[in-house]
């Protein structure tokens, strides 16, 4: 069983940056990849980045290239999501999610291929 609990959320002004935090218990996080999604009011959750185990593999949605980076330090069980240059329509709640471990260094896009979620933290962009 793995648990997550994300942090760092909140407000800040269009042009600004925010660094999400994700904490995991659990044994495997060393071996999972690690996935950050989001949802906004009446839309449905979407993909935002991934991370493979090794850290040695990510992938970002196109919205968000660029200007979005993850990483993570397994030796602190934590993923790190960290958004620069935010804009209005990034305005969401952020959710981390961990796949089930597995030997292939590979990333994940789609939310089914994740079987643990956090609570989820809100980012509100103002313009």
């Known amino acids: 069983q793995v648990q997550l609990v994300e942090s760092g959320g909140g407000l800040v002004q269009a042009g600004g940056s925010l660094r999400l935090s994700c904490v995991a218990s659990g044994r495997t996080f060393s071996s999972s990849c690690m996935g950050w999604f989001r949802q906004a009011p009446g839309k449905e959750r979407e993909f935002v980045a991934a991370i493979s185990w090794s850290g040695g593999r990510t992938s970002y949605a196109e919205s968000v290239q660029g200007r979005f980076t993850t990483s993570r330090d397994n030796a602190k069980n934590t993923v790190y999501l960290q958004m620069n240059s935010l804009k209005p329509e990034d305005t969401a709640v952020y959710y981390c999610?961990?796949?089930?471990?597995?030997?292939?260094?590979?990333?994940?896009?789609?939310?089914?291929?994740?079987?643990?979620w956090g609570q989820g933290t809100q980012v509100t962009v103002s313009s």
């Open positions: 999610a961990a796949s089930k471990p597995s030997w292939s260094d590979i990333y994940y896009r789609q939310t089914n291929e994740y079987d643990y």
